[in-house]
C-alpha cells in the first residue's frame, strides 16, 4: 500500500487547507473575558473529518472481546509500542505521549463510547450532524458553536493578526461574526487596487464587496508575522496550524474560541495499530495538542480543548486489515480548564449483543452531553439554552457535570 | 443588443468557459444565436474525446508506477549494498541508465520535464506567462528542481493537455460536462502514485466516451476503472466466503460500495441500507486490476478475480442477484443506473451546477423526467437544459469556481498553456487542486464555497499578479468588450477606464463581477 500522505502536493497554503487542517475563530471577545481577576476561558474545538477509530485510540484492553475484533492492529499493553494504560481496563494509543502526560497531570479526559445523535454511516451527512448540532442532517446553515457564541454577551472586536480562511468549518460558522487564519505564500495586491476593487463591488456585488472587505482587512494585519508555510508532512502541518492558533488566542485581544479541523481518518485499508497510518495521524494530533498547551502559556490553565469526529469505525477489523464506518468512538478533552486524569464511559461492551447493529461500538453517552457540559464549564450558558438554541430539541441530552474545573 | 449581449453572457459563461479574446469573435457568435452556440458542441460527438500525443492507456501507466516502483526499491536496495556515504548520493531512479526504455515516456512530458530542469526561477518572472508560478516564492529560497519521475510527468501532461483543451475550444460547453461528471464521479490523485498517473487517463476513458452518451455506460465505466478501484479501496476487498477469502484471512472492503450507492447514483436518503451497501460490496468482490506480476491479465487493467468475489446469490435494494460472477454486478449497477433515486440526484445536482445554488423545482422535475424516459441519455439532459427557460432567465449568480476562474482569464487573455505549473499551483492556492479533491464527494458546487474571503483575497492576489506580468500588452477595455461587451455594468467599465494603469485595469477587469459569476 502506498502511502498517501507522501505523495500530496505539498504546495504552500493547500496543504493546510485540504491535506490536513483550517482553522477559524470567533472576531469577538465575549464581554467577561477580561473581567479583573476572573477566569478567562478559552475553547477550542477540534473537527476529525473522516471517523476516527475509537476503538484503536483508546482501546479497551480489559475488555475480553477486543483483541480478537480489532485483529492485526489491536492496541496490547506489551510489545515493542506498548499502549499507555489510563486505568486498569483503558489504554492509550503509543503515538499519543504528550496527550498521556497531560491525563497523568489531570488535564485531559476521555469520553468513551460516545455518539452523535446521527445513526447512519455517510461522513458528510455525519459530519453535518456533529457540526450543525442539530439531531438530524440537512440543517446546514449554521453550526453549533456559532449558536453558541450568539448567546454570548458580545465584547470589543478582536485585532490581533487574523485573515479569513476560505473554509470555516460549519461548526463555526453562522450569524455570528468569525475569522480565520491559514498562512499565504503569495505576492500582495497593491491596497489601491483592492479599494478600487471594492468599491467596484460595493455597487455591483455587496456579497463579493463584504468577502474581499474581511479578506483585506485581516490579511493585513497578520502580515510580518512568521506564520509562513513551511511545508512538511501533513503531521508537521496539524503542529504548524496549531501553533498559529495558539499564538493568535494567546495574545490579550486574541480570539477565546476557535474550531479547526483535521482531515484524513477514514481508515478503510491497512489503518494500522501501534504504528502506521493511524498512528501517524494520531501523533500529528497529539503534537497539535502540545503545541496549543506550549503556545496558549498561561492561557492554557482557562483552556478547554474538545476533540469530536463524526462517528466511530467497525468493531471488528474488516477484510483489508482496516476498518468500516461505525457509530460509537470516543471524544476527548483536554486543557488546563479540564478536570481530567478518568476515562468517562458508561462501558456497553463489545460482545455480539451489545454492538449496535451487531457491528458498532454501541453509543452510550450523547455526545452532545460532553459538549454542554464544557460550554456550560466555560462559558455559563444556560441548560436551557443549550437545550433549544446550540442543540435544538436535545433537552434529552443534560449537559455533563464536572468536566471543567 | 443589450439583450443579446445579455444572452451571450449566459451562454459563454453559464454553459461554457468563458468568452476568448483575440479575434474570436465568440461573444457576437453567441448573441446571434445564444442556444444554437452553446448546442453546436454536441453536435460533435468526437470533441469531447481527448487525444494528444504521448497520452497513454491505464494499463500502460500503471505498468510504468510498477517500473518505477521497482527501480526505486532495486537503487534503495543497491545502496544499501554499498557504502552508505555513496548511497546518499544515488542519482534518481529515473535516470539510471535503461529505464527510460522501459517507462516509454511519452513526447510532451519528455519535453515538460526538459523545460522545467531548464527554467530557473529568474526567468520565470521574465517570461511574459500569465500563470507562472515563480513569484510566489522568493527565488532565493528555492532549491535547485529535483527531476520530475514518471509519475509527475505523466500528471502535468495529462494536466496540460486538459488545460489546452480547455482553453481552445470555441464554448466549452462539452468541456463543462466532463468537468462536472468527472467532479461527480472523482478520484484523488493524492491517494497514491497510481491514482496520481490515472487521474488523466481516468477522465479520458471512464468518463469523456460517455458525457454525452448513457449514464449507465458511464457508471460501469468508472465503477470498473483500476484509478476508482484502487481510490476506494476496492481492488483489495474480498469475498469472505470466496477462495481468497478464506486462504488470505482477509475480506470485505465496503468504501467503494458505499460510495456507489451515497454519492455516484442514488444519494444519501436515496433508499438504501447498510445491509445494502454490505450486499453491494459482496456483489462487486472480484473487480480489481491486475498487479505487476500479471497472473490476473494485462498488469494494469481492469480484471474480475472469480478467486476473491463471494460466491452465492445477493438481495440488493429488494432484488436478488444470482449467482453470474461479474456479471451479477453489472447486473445491479444497471438497476441502480436506473432506480428513481438516481434520477432525482443526478437531475438535481446538474440544475445545480448549471443554474442555481437552490436549482429550481421544475426545472428539476423535467430533466429527472428526460433522464427516466430516455434512460438515462445524458445529452438529452443537456439539451433539455440548453432549451429551457430557466437556465436563460435566471440571473448569473453561481461564483466561478477556481478552475472556470483561471481558465476563464486564460481563454480572456488569448493564452494557451505550455506548462501547466502556473495553474496547477494557482489552482492549490484557491483550494482546487486539480484532480484532488479532499474526500470522494469532490469540490463544492455552490457559491458560498467559493465566495469566502480568503479565497476572494487569494483571487485578487492572483489577479494582480496577471496584471503586472501581461497589463503591458492588452487593452484593457477591448478585453471588456470580448467578455462582456454592453453587457457589462456601467461601473465595471467606469472601474477599468479609471484604473492607474493597465496592470490595475487588467487586475480589476479579471476580478469584475462580470469575470466571477457564471
Same mark, same amino acid.
Given at each position: 500500500?502506498?502511502?498517501?500522505?507522501?505523495?500530496?502536493?505539498?504546495?504552500?497554503?493547500?496543504?493546510?487547507?485540504?491535506?490536513?487542517? $483550517?482553522?477559524?475563530?470567533?472576531?469577538?471577545?465575549?464581554?467577561?473575558?477580561?473581567?479583573? =481577576?476572573?477566569?478567562?476561558?478559552?475553547?477550542?474545538?477540534?473537527?476529525?473529518?473522516?471517523?476516527?477509530? =475509537?476503538?484503536?485510540?483508546?482501546?479497551?484492553?480489559?475488555?475480553?472481546?477486543?483483541?480478537?475484533?480489532?485483529?492485526?492492529?489491536?492496541?496490547?499493553?506489551?510489545?515493542?509500542?506498548?499502549?499507555?494504560?489510563?486505568?486498569?481496563?483503558?489504554?492509550?494509543?503509543?503515538?499519543? *505521549?504528550?496527550?498521556?502526560?497531560?491525563?497523568?497531570?489531570?488535564?485531559?479526559?476521555?469520553?468513551?463510547?460516545?455518539?452523535?445523535?446521527?445513526?447512519?454511516?455517510?461522513?458528510?451527512?455525519?459530519?453535518?450532524? %456533529?457540526?450543525?448540532?442539530?439531531?438530524?442532517?440537512?440543517?446546514?446553515?449554521?453550526?453549533?458553536?456559532?449558536?453558541?457564541?450568539?448567546?454570548?454577551?458580545?465584547?470589543?472586536?478582536?485585532?490581533?493578526?487574523?485573515?479569513?480562511? *476560505?473554509?470555516?468549518?460549519?461548526?463555526?460558522?453562522?450569524?455570528?461574526?468569525?475569522?480565520?487564519?491559514?498562512?499565504?505564500? %503569495?505576492?500582495?495586491?497593491?491596497?489601491?487596487?483592492?479599494?478600487?476593487?471594492?468599491?467596484?463591488?460595493?455597487?455591483?456585488?455587496?456579497?463579493?464587496?463584504?468577502?474581499?472587505?474581511?479578506?483585506?482587512?485581516?490579511?493585513?494585519?497578520?502580515?510580518?508575522?512568521?506564520?509562513?508555510?513551511?511545508?512538511?508532512?501533513?503531521?508537521?502541518?496539524?503542529?504548524?496550524?496549531?501553533?498559529?492558533?495558539?499564538?493568535?488566542?494567546?495574545?490579550?485581544?486574541?480570539?477565546?474560541?476557535?474550531?479547526?479541523?483535521?482531515?484524513?481518518?477514514?481508515?478503510?485499508?491497512?489503518?494500522?495499530?501501534?504504528?502506521?497510518?493511524?498512528?501517524?495521524?494520531?501523533?500529528?494530533?497529539?503534537?497539535?495538542?502540545?503545541?496549543?498547551?506550549?503556545?496558549?502559556?498561561?492561557?492554557?490553565?482557562?483552556?478547554?480543548?474538545?476533540?469530536?469526529?463524526?462517528?466511530?469505525?467497525?468493531?471488528?477489523?474488516?477484510?483489508?486489515?482496516?476498518?468500516?464506518?461505525?457509530?460509537?468512538?470516543?471524544?476527548? %478533552?483536554?486543557?488546563?480548564?479540564?478536570?481530567?486524569?478518568?476515562?468517562?464511559?458508561?462501558?456497553?461492551?463489545?460482545?455480539?449483543?451489545?454492538?449496535?447493529? =451487531?457491528?458498532?461500538?454501541?453509543?452510550?453517552?450523547?455526545?452532545? $452531553?460532553?459538549?454542554?457540559?464544557?460550554?456550560?464549564?466555560?462559558?455559563?450558558?444556560?441548560?436551557?439554552?443549550?437545550?433549544?438554541?446550540?442543540?435544538?430539541?436535545?433537552?434529552?441530552?443534560?449537559?455533563?457535570?464536572?468536566?471543567?474545573? | 443588443?443589450?439583450?443579446?449581449?445579455?444572452?451571450?453572457?449566459?451562454?459563454?459563461?453559464?454553459? &461554457?468557459?468563458?468568452? /476568448?479574446? &483575440?479575434?474570436? @469573435?465568440?461573444?457576437?457568435?453567441?448573441?446571434?444565436?445564444?442556444?444554437?452556440?452553446? #448546442?453546436?458542441?454536441?453536435?460533435?460527438?468526437?470533441?469531447?474525446?481527448?487525444?494528444?500525443?504521448?497520452? +497513454?492507456?491505464?494499463?500502460?501507466?500503471?505498468?510504468?508506477?510498477?517500473?518505477?516502483?521497482?527501480?526505486?526499491? +532495486?537503487?534503495?536496495?543497491?545502496?544499501?549494498?554499498?557504502?552508505?556515504?555513496?548511497?546518499?548520493?544515488?542519482?534518481?531512479?529515473?535516470?539510471?541508465? &535503461?529505464?527510460?526504455?522501459?517507462?516509454?515516456?511519452?513526447?510532451?512530458?519528455?519535453?515538460?520535464?526538459?523545460?522545467?530542469?531548464?527554467?530557473?526561477?529568474?526567468?520565470?518572472?521574465?517570461?511574459?506567462?500569465?500563470?507562472?508560478?515563480?513569484?510566489?516564492?522568493?527565488?532565493?529560497?528555492?532549491?535547485?528542481?529535483?527531476?520530475?519521475?514518471?509519475?509527475?510527468?505523466?500528471?502535468?501532461?495529462?494536466?496540460? !493537455?486538459?488545460?489546452?483543451?480547455?482553453?481552445?475550444?470555441?464554448? &466549452?460547453?462539452?468541456?463543462?460536462?466532463?468537468?462536472?461528471?468527472?467532479?461527480?464521479?472523482?478520484?484523488?490523485?493524492? #491517494?497514491?502514485?497510481?491514482?496520481?498517473?490515472?487521474? @488523466?487517463?481516468?477522465?479520458?476513458?471512464?468518463?469523456?466516451?460517455?458525457?454525452?452518451?448513457?449514464?449507465?455506460?458511464?457508471?460501469?465505466?468508472?465503477?470498473?476503472?483500476? !484509478?476508482?478501484?484502487?481510490?476506494?479501496?476496492?481492488?483489495?476487498?474480498?469475498?469472505?466466503?470466496? /477462495? !481468497?477469502?478464506?486462504?488470505?484471512?482477509?475480506?470485505?472492503?465496503?468504501?467503494?460500495?458505499?460510495?456507489?450507492?451515497?454519492?455516484?447514483?442514488?444519494?444519501?436518503?436515496?433508499?438504501?441500507?447498510?445491509?445494502?451497501?454490505?450486499?453491494?460490496?459482496?456483489?462487486?468482490?472480484?473487480?480489481?486490476?491486475?498487479?505487476?506480476?500479471?497472473?490476473?491479465?494485462?498488469?494494469?487493467?481492469?480484471?474480475?478475480?472469480?478467486?476473491?468475489?463471494?460466491?452465492?446469490?445477493?438481495?440488493?435494494? @429488494? #432484488?436478488?442477484?444470482?449467482?453470474?460472477?461479474?456479471?451479477?454486478?453489472?447486473?445491479?449497477?444497471?438497476?441502480?443506473?436506473?432506480?428513481?433515486?438516481?434520477?432525482?440526484?443526478?437531475?438535481?445536482?446538474?440544475?445545480?451546477?448549471?443554474?442555481?445554488?437552490?436549482?429550481?423545482?421544475?426545472?428539476?422535475?423535467?430533466?429527472?423526467?428526460?433522464?427516466?424516459?430516455?434512460?438515462?441519455?445524458?445529452?438529452?439532459?443537456?439539451?433539455?437544459?440548453?432549451?429551457?427557460?430557466?437556465?436563460?432567465?435566471?440571473?448569473?449568480?453561481?461564483?466561478?469556481?477556481?478552475?472556470?476562474?483561471?481558465?476563464?482569464?486564460?481563454?480572456?487573455?488569448?493564452?494557451?498553456?505550455?506548462?501547466?505549473?502556473?495553474?496547477?499551483?494557482?489552482?492549490?492556492?484557491?483550494?482546487?487542486?486539480?484532480?484532488?479533491?479532499?474526500?470522494?464527494?469532490?469540490?463544492?458546487?455552490?457559491?458560498?464555497?467559493?465566495?469566502?474571503?480568503?479565497?476572494? #483575497?487569494?483571487?485578487?492576489?492572483?489577479?494582480?499578479?496577471?496584471?503586472?506580468?501581461?497589463?503591458?500588452?492588452?487593452?484593457?477595455?477591448?478585453?471588456?468588450?470580448? !467578455?462582456?461587451?454592453?453587457?457589462?455594468?456601467?461601473?465595471?467599465?467606469?472601474?477599468?477606464?479609471?484604473?492607474?494603469?493597465?496592470?490595475?485595469?487588467?487586475?480589476?477587469?479579471?476580478?469584475?463581477?462580470?469575470?466571477?459569476?457564471?
Amino acid at each position: 500500500m502506498i502511502d498517501c500522505v507522501e505523495n500530496r502536493l505539498l504546495t504552500s497554503r493547500r496543504g493546510l487547507l485540504l491535506g490536513g487542517s $483550517s482553522f477559524a475563530a470567533w472576531a469577538y471577545l465575549p464581554k467577561f473575558a477580561r473581567a479583573a =481577576g476572573g477566569r478567562d476561558p478559552r475553547l477550542i474545538v477540534v473537527i476529525l473529518r473522516g471517523a476516527l477509530d =475509537g476503538l484503536s485510540t483508546v482501546a479497551p484492553l480489559g475488555d475480553p472481546d477486543y483483541a480478537g475484533l480489532h485483529g492485526s492492529i489491536a492496541l496490547a499493553a506489551d510489545g515493542a509500542h506498548p499502549a499507555i494504560m489510563l486505568d486498569t481496563f483503558f489504554a492509550l494509543h503509543p503515538a499519543m *505521549p504528550e496527550f498521556a502526560r497531560m491525563y497523568r497531570d489531570m488535564h485531559a479526559a476521555v469520553i468513551h463510547a460516545v455518539a452523535t445523535p446521527y445513526r447512519d454511516r455517510s461522513h458528510f451527512d455525519g459530519q453535518d450532524v %456533529l457540526e450543525s448540532g442539530y439531531a438530524g442532517p440537512g440543517r446546514v446553515q449554521s453550526g453549533w458553536l456559532n449558536r453558541a457564541l450568539e448567546a454570548l454577551p458580545r465584547g470589543e472586536r478582536v485585532s490581533s493578526g487574523l485573515a479569513v480562511g *476560505p473554509t470555516t468549518p460549519l461548526v463555526l460558522r453562522g450569524n455570528a461574526p468569525t475569522v480565520g487564519w491559514a498562512p499565504v505564500a %503569495l505576492p500582495q495586491a497593491d491596497d489601491d487596487t483592492a479599494m478600487r476593487l471594492v468599491d467596484l463591488y460595493r455597487h455591483r456585488d455587496p456579497a463579493l464587496a463584504s468577502a474581499l472587505s474581511q479578506g483585506l482587512q485581516l490579511d493585513k494585519v497578520a502580515s510580518g508575522d512568521d506564520m509562513k508555510p513551511k511545508g512538511g508532512n501533513q503531521v508537521a502541518q496539524m503542529r504548524q496550524i496549531a501553533r498559529g492558533a495558539a499564538k493568535l488566542m494567546a495574545a490579550d485581544d486574541g480570539p477565546r474560541i476557535a474550531a479547526l479541523a483535521f482531515d484524513g481518518w477514514d481508515t478503510h485499508a491497512n489503518e494500522g495499530g501501534p504504528v502506521g497510518r493511524l498512528a501517524f495521524l494520531l501523533g500529528g494530533l497529539d503534537g497539535a495538542l502540545a503545541e496549543f498547551e506550549s503556545g496558549l502559556g498561561e492561557r492554557w490553565r482557562d483552556t478547554a480543548i474538545v476533540v469530536a469526529t463524526e462517528f466511530g469505525r467497525t468493531a471488528r477489523i474488516n477484510g483489508t486489515d482496516g476498518t468500516d464506518h461505525g457509530t460509537g468512538t470516543i471524544a476527548l %478533552l483536554a486543557g488546563g480548564a479540564v478536570k481530567g486524569g478518568r476515562v468517562i464511559s458508561d462501558w456497553p461492551g463489545l460482545k455480539l449483543a451489545n454492538l449496535y447493529e =451487531g457491528r458498532d461500538l454501541k453509543p452510550t453517552t450523547d455526545l452532545r $452531553s460532553v459538549i454542554k457540559g464544557v460550554l456550560q464549564g466555560q462559558f455559563g450558558l444556560s441548560d436551557r439554552v443549550l437545550a433549544e438554541t446550540v442543540f435544538p430539541d436535545s433537552a434529552s441530552a443534560r449537559p455533563m457535570k464536572g468536566l471543567v474545573a | 443588443m443589450a439583450r443579446d449581449s445579455q444572452a451571450a453572457l449566459v451562454a459563454l459563461n453559464r454553459f &461554457g468557459f468563458g468568452a /476568448r479574446g &483575440g479575434a474570436s @469573435g465568440d461573444l457576437i457568435n453567441a448573441a446571434s444565436d445564444p442556444r444554437g452556440f452553446v #448546442k453546436a458542441e454536441l453536435a460533435r460527438p468526437n470533441g469531447v474525446l481527448l487525444e494528444a500525443p504521448g497520452l +497513454q492507456s491505464t494499463p500502460q501507466l500503471g505498468q510504468a508506477v510498477f517500473a518505477y516502483q521497482d527501480q526505486v526499491k +532495486q537503487a534503495r536496495e543497491a545502496a544499501k549494498a554499498a557504502a552508505p556515504a555513496e548511497g546518499a548520493q544515488q542519482a534518481p531512479a529515473d535516470q539510471k541508465p &535503461g529505464l527510460r526504455r522501459n517507462l516509454s515516456l511519452n513526447a510532451a512530458a519528455t519535453e515538460i520535464a526538459g523545460q522545467m530542469a531548464e527554467t530557473k526561477p529568474a526567468d520565470n518572472a521574465a517570461k511574459p506567462d500569465a500563470m507562472q508560478p515563480g513569484a510566489a516564492a522568493p527565488p532565493a529560497a528555492k532549491p535547485a528542481p529535483q527531476p520530475l519521475n514518471v509519475i509527475q510527468k505523466t500528471f502535468r501532461a495529462e494536466a496540460l !493537455a486538459r488545460l489546452q483543451r480547455a482553453t481552445l475550444v470555441e464554448c &466549452g460547453f462539452t468541456e463543462r460536462l466532463v468537468v462536472f461528471w468527472s467532479n461527480h464521479f472523482c478520484i484523488s490523485a493524492s #491517494k497514491g502514485e497510481l491514482a496520481r498517473i490515472w487521474a @488523466g487517463a481516468f477522465e479520458r476513458e471512464a468518463i469523456r466516451p460517455h458525457v454525452l452518451g448513457r449514464f449507465a455506460d458511464m457508471l460501469k465505466a468508472v465503477e470498473q476503472h483500476p !484509478a476508482m478501484l484502487f481510490f476506494l479501496d476496492n481492488q483489495q476487498s474480498l469475498g469472505p466466503d470466496s /477462495r !481468497a477469502g478464506q486462504n488470505r484471512k482477509r475480506g470485505l472492503n465496503e468504501n467503494l460500495a458505499r460510495e456507489i450507492m451515497e454519492l455516484h447514483t442514488l444519494g444519501v436518503g436515496g433508499g438504501y441500507t447498510q445491509d445494502d451497501v454490505t450486499s453491494l460490496a459482496r456483489i462487486i468482490t472480484g473487480w480489481t486490476f491486475a498487479g505487476r506480476q500479471g497472473q490476473l491479465g494485462t498488469p494494469g487493467s481492469f480484471v474480475f478475480n472469480a478467486n476473491a468475489h463471494q460466491p452465492g446469490p445477493q438481495m440488493l435494494l @429488494g #432484488k436478488t442477484y444470482g449467482p453470474t460472477g461479474l456479471a451479477q454486478g453489472e447486473a445491479a449497477l444497471a438497476d441502480i443506473a436506473r432506480h428513481p433515486s438516481t434520477a432525482n440526484f443526478i437531475a438535481a445536482k446538474f440544475v445545480r451546477h448549471f443554474v442555481a445554488d437552490d436549482p429550481p423545482p421544475a426545472l428539476v422535475a423535467r430533466l429527472r423526467d428526460v433522464f427516466v424516459k430516455t434512460d438515462g441519455d445524458l445529452k438529452a439532459m443537456a439539451v433539455a437544459l440548453v432549451d429551457s427557460d430557466e437556465a436563460w432567465k435566471a440571473p448569473l449568480t453561481k461564483m466561478r469556481s477556481p478552475y472556470d476562474f483561471v481558465i476563464a482569464s486564460g481563454r480572456l487573455l488569448a493564452r494557451v498553456p505550455e506548462d501547466p505549473g502556473g495553474y496547477l499551483s494557482n489552482l492549490n492556492l484557491l483550494g482546487q487542486p486539480l484532480w484532488s479533491p479532499a474526500g470522494p464527494n469532490g469540490f463544492p458546487d455552490t457559491s458560498a464555497a467559493w465566495a469566502a474571503p480568503e479565497g476572494i #483575497k487569494l483571487r485578487l492576489d492572483i489577479a494582480a499578479q496577471m496584471g503586472a506580468r501581461l497589463g503591458n500588452n492588452i487593452d484593457p477595455l477591448d478585453l471588456l468588450e470580448f !467578455a462582456a461587451a454592453d453587457a457589462a455594468s456601467i461601473e465595471t467599465r467606469k472601474t477599468i477606464e479609471r484604473a492607474e494603469s493597465r496592470q490595475q485595469a487588467l487586475a480589476l477587469l479579471l476580478m469584475s463581477p462580470e469575470m466571477q459569476r457564471r
